[in-house]
């Protein structure tokens, strides 16, 4: 699961201390999303996901659509001033 999200923001997602150690988990539930991610990168289907936790598809595919939309549009801070003026002779 890319841990450059900010989950909070995915209203299919929710945190709760002391639920499943506070990890980021489906609503409701207590699947992890990043079970979602680690299964896709094993080369399971969604289908497979579903029937396997118990989500469903509205539930996975809202979660990739977070992920997809939160990766397709990284915010890249202004260049610090200093750091643009070092090369690589000054290395």
Known sequence: M???LDWSQCPAVESIPGKVSGAWVFKDTRMPVSTVFENLEAGASIEEI???FDVTHEQITAVLAFA???LASPYFPPPDV???RINAHSL
């Open 2 to 4: 890319p841990a450059a």
């Open 50 to 52: 579903m029937e396997w």
């Open 68 to 70: 997809a939309r939160s």
């Open 82 to 84: 200093e750091a643009s």
